[in-house]
């Protein structure tokens, strides 16, 4: 594994049928449809690949049961594990688009509306589906191959899958769906062509079709041929291949957010002068960033290096970026401060700057040294989806909604340990008088962010009220107590 030390992203998407509608697991007597016009949380399927036989995959639904088709063809959603007639095989298209055969029966599942069956001999247009990712668009990207991350090289014009570790905002790139095609978007909002090139706009050349081979991705121009790193730098581009072989593979991981943190002092905590941590740089570098990955359970954080480190606590109370595993002294409690934040180590402590710049975890209450502002820097672009969907622009008037299956990319800019966000129009946020989150601001108002759990954050608005989508679908900034209605993944 490499040195992220991250599994890829379980592939969970929408399938599309001929009619462009969503199948559909409906909640009630475990029915299945293709009735949907968008994705939402029922269109939502992930694949899971059998283990014996790596071209067999299961389909499970939102509910957590299973696609299954009898012998006479008749499908249904209630199957509660991998029973033989799960077991499907993904015949992929030019296209990109799949169909999918039941592997007992042999037989096609394909159809509209309410009338879905497994019973075609032959592939028709009715018997295929185009995939749709319904994973948070922004990730980190694997060259299976190489074991190395793409990232953005700019003074290069490239993307180049040649880094260890994926760190900082170059090596965040978006996907963005468009008509059954996707484009790969860089931080800095360039499109990758199929030549290697970062274009402006996005057109024939950047779109490519997602194929999936033993569980990896691979991506397909429009001429049919694969992204794959080229040359000493891993160029990424395409190749000569047009069946796709380990070099065309890659993984999607999640990617985890990148802070800097001042002191009181007004200095960066780095790791510049050794091992010990301390606040004495008025640069941001590599050295200056560290990662935090949240514990699904106790919500713990620790805190990595660009080299792979950890921050641990050691003897004294002091703090050195020495572990190279995950343990008790590796965990830190975060507490949000509303612009600043306290970070708790396992001795009870918190910890304190002290005068020549050294953190110390030795105090037992919060006072200005055991005070940081914590800067989330790899979200220049910020893309959030809650329980029922994206936050995304109203059509018809200045609020957002917050439960569409499709998304607008926000700008998020950092403000003295608050955040502004802004539109595509480069307008601001903020709330208005009755609670709703409005975009047409022409002044910037702060938000805090807080990064509660693994992959997702809370937003505050400026009187400590936490944003939420009300059950209309609205985004309103009234939110009393933490929910999951206010919980986005970002």
Known sequence: MPANGNRPLKLQFGLINH????????TFGFKVNASAPSLKKKQIWTLE????????????????????????????????????????????????????QSEPHLRFFGGSRDYLSCFAQIITDAELWAV???LHPQANLLSVARKRYAHLSVEDGEIAVDVNIPWGVAALLTLIYLEGKYCLKTCDSRFLSNDGKLLTESGRATAYTLE????????????GKYLSPMGPTGTLRSGRCSKPGKDELFDLEESHPQVVLMAANGRYVSIRQGVSLAANQEDETDMETFQMEIDKETRKCTFRTSQGNYWALVAHGGIQSTATEVSANTMFSVEWLGHKVALKA????????????????????????????????????LILRGEN???????????????????????????????????????????NSSGLVCSDGEAPEDFSLELLEHGRLAIRSKNGRYLRGDQGGTLKGD?????????WEY
């Open 19 to 26: 009619e462009g509608r969503y199948l559909t697991a409906e």
């Open 49 to 100: 690949q059998d283990s014996q036989d790596t071209q067999v995959v299961y389909l499970r639904s939102h509910l957590g049961r299973y696609l299954a088709s009898d012998k006479d063809g008749k499908v249904t959603c209630e199957a509660d594990g991998h029973n033989s007639d799960c077991r499907f095989l993904i015949v992929a298209q030019s296209d990109g688009r799949w169909a999918l």
């Open 132 to 134: 749709h990712l319904a």
């Open 212 to 223: 999936l081979k033993c569980g990896k991705l691979a991506f397909k121009d429009c001429e």
């Open 346 to 381: 396992h001795n009870g402590k918190y910890i304190c700057t002290k005068k020549n710049g050294q953190l110390l975890a030795v105090s037992d209450s919060i006072g200005e040294d055991e005070q940081l502002t914590l800067k989330l820097i790899n979200r220049p672009m």
């Open 389 to 431: 969907g994206f936050i995304c622009h109203h059509r018809n008037s200045n609020t957002l909604d917050a439960s569409r299956s499709v998304y607008d990319i926000f700008t998020l800019q950092f403000s003295n340990g608050a955040y502004h966000i802004k539109g595509v129009d480069g307008r601001f946020w903020y709330v």
């Open 479 to 487: 939110g009393l107590s933490l929910s999951s209605s206010a919980l």
